[in-house]
């Protein structure tokens, strides 16, 4: 991916900027960005309550966000009153050209946020038994081995890339999204098997 793109009416930017990529490989500012995204704009000090970081903390944590346009500054209030949102961008990283500094901070962004999305699955498989049976049997893990070749991986990726981002407009619209939704995480990977040695 080159630039920009849209998928499913979704923006997708290609990002260069290796200080981008570490803006967000951090675990306080994943929650961070969290919270305003399952529970809509909030102060520094409100989100401090429910990251267990101080109200100053959080505030240095938003302001780095920003400079990379994953917050921006919600209407109403000011000074330490003032609300913050999140902003729903899809983007990228990790092309054959990249330099040596993006790829590493492509990795380090990259295994924070699959920690992140593997804390999520324990935690769903740790409490599913107390959910509703209509969301416990909606709930899914599926897992396979395929023989492909590196032109049908490809394929497969364009094809489940769409699929996935399908209800991504809910995530910065709440009245798109219909009664009884749920947040839900969706994370798919599709990986060669490394060679072995015969």
Same mark, same amino acid.
């Given at each position: 991916?080159?630039?920009?793109?849209?998928?499913?009416?979704?923006?997708?930017?290609?990002?260069?900027?290796?200080?981008? &990529?570490?803006?967000?490989?951090?675990?306080?500012? !994943?929650?961070?960005?969290?919270?305003?995204? !399952?529970?809509? *704009?909030?102060?520094? @000090?409100?989100?401090?309550?429910?990251?267990?970081?101080?109200?100053?903390?959080?505030?240095?944590?938003?302001?780095?966000?920003?400079?990379?346009?994953?917050?921006?500054?919600?209407?109403? /209030? $000011?000074?330490?009153?003032?609300?913050?949102?999140? $902003?729903?961008?899809?983007?990228?990283? /990790?092309?054959?050209?990249? #330099? $040596?500094? &993006? #790829?590493?901070?492509?990795?380090?962004?990259?295994?924070?946020?699959? @920690?992140?999305?593997?804390?999520?699955?324990?935690?769903?498989?740790?409490?599913?038994?107390?959910? *509703?049976?209509?969301?416990?049997?909606?709930?899914?893990?599926?897992?396979?081995?395929?023989?492909?070749?590196?032109?049908?991986?490809?394929? &497969?990726?364009?094809?489940?890339?769409?699929? !996935?981002?399908?209800?991504?407009?809910?995530?910065?619209? #709440?009245?798109?999204?219909?009664?009884?939704?749920?947040? $839900?995480?969706?994370?798919?990977?599709?990986?060669?098997?490394? *060679?072995?040695? #015969?």
């Amino acid at each position: 991916m080159t630039g920009v793109q849209r998928v499913n009416d979704l923006e997708v930017r290609e990002v260069r900027d290796p200080q981008e &990529l570490r803006a967000i490989a951090h675990p306080i500012r !994943l929650r961070l960005l969290d919270e305003l995204f !399952l529970s809509g *704009p909030a102060t520094a @000090t409100e989100l401090s309550d429910r990251v267990g970081q101080s109200p100053a903390n959080c505030s240095w944590h938003l302001r780095q966000l920003a400079r990379y346009g994953y917050v921006e500054e919600a209407d109403g /209030g $000011v000074g330490r009153r003032r609300p913050w949102r999140a $902003v729903f961008r899809g983007r990228a990283w /990790g092309g054959p050209d990249e #330099s $040596v500094a &993006l #790829s590493r901070a492509g990795d380090a962004a990259t295994e924070v946020l699959f @920690t992140r999305e593997f804390d999520q699955l324990r935690r769903w498989q740790q409490t599913r038994r107390d959910e *509703p049976a209509e969301w416990r049997d909606a709930g899914f893990v599926d897992q396979t081995i395929g023989w492909l070749t590196a032109p049908e991986l490809a394929e &497969l990726a364009e094809e489940l890339y769409p699929l !996935l981002m399908r209800y991504a407009d809910r995530v910065a619209d #709440s009245a798109s999204r219909p009664p009884g939704a749920r947040p $839900v995480r969706f994370v798919a990977w599709g990986v060669p098997v490394p *060679p072995t040695d #015969s």
